[in-house]
């Protein structure tokens, strides 16, 4: 579904646009086999619609924007066979497809001035560029202490503190991408949600919850000191549909095209629980966090995200955890 909305979106741009060189950008684009498979999708959807009102083929100008921490030299390698394919599904006659790599934050300026069409961000913006100041005392201790995210026993300056690092940040993106997309142009974002004002649920703020058992449970075994714990705090917001609305209406250089809500669906390997598959996304994100922050070695990550994944499953069996994703179509005014 979230797919389809995707190649509906850039459908409908290149329709209205037929621009002789499409502007693309991946914001949050990592370096896994995925990468350019969103790319190839784009092509084909272009493709079939230039096809069918009898419009030449444009050439393909994509940006892959991440961190500079992200490996995008595997993603570099695997452009020759990305390229092979694209020729031989056509009998040699490929669609003229240049792709660059653009390390930096998207919370702030990234591409020249108009030169996108087409903005893409898959389970990204969720990601704050910091975590809250506010989350921290005069001495630069955590006012949050023992939860890694907004919890029950939070005070509510935390919830605070938390959105207004999301409102600042999303305002700040919206505005540096409303400078770098053409008029017309669209943004498809994919991002992790909540539903309602409540910022405690079942849902991604529950996954959260059990981090901060799970690492309180290495306390209570003293391999790490309860400050550590104190002092972690996730750099991660789950917004609702009225704080997404709230900041495009505010900053002003878009139209909320379409906002769709799905349940994130469970995909578990053959035999392993759903707590285990949760645990090792988790555990792929959080790792070097994790380490970087406790000390490398210092904490028996093995332990710690098989306790993680008993407690989902756990949970799991007492009431259903409902993580909720966003996909908002956003449109340059």
Sequence with gaps: MVKHITMETIQELYYEATPKSLGIADLGCSSGPNSLSLIKDIVEAVEGTSHKFFHPMPEFRVFLNDLPTNDFNSV????PDFYRELKKERNEEGPAVFIAGYPGSFYGRLFPNNCLHFIYSSYSLHWLSKVPPALYDKHGKSINKGNVYISETSPPRVSQ???SQFQEDFSFFLKSRSEELVTGGRMVLILLGRIGQDHVDRGNSFFWEILSRSVAISVSQGEIEQEKLDSYDVHFYAPSTNEIEDEVRREGSFELDRLEMFEIEREVKGGES??????????????SMLCNHFGDGILDLDTLFNNYGKMVDEEMAKEEIKPITFVVVLKKL
């Design 76 to 79: 570099f390698k695997s452009l």
């Design 161 to 163: 503190a938390y959105m």
């Design 274 to 287: 759903y707590g285990t598959a949760v645990a090792m996304t988790v555990r792929a994100i959080q790792e």
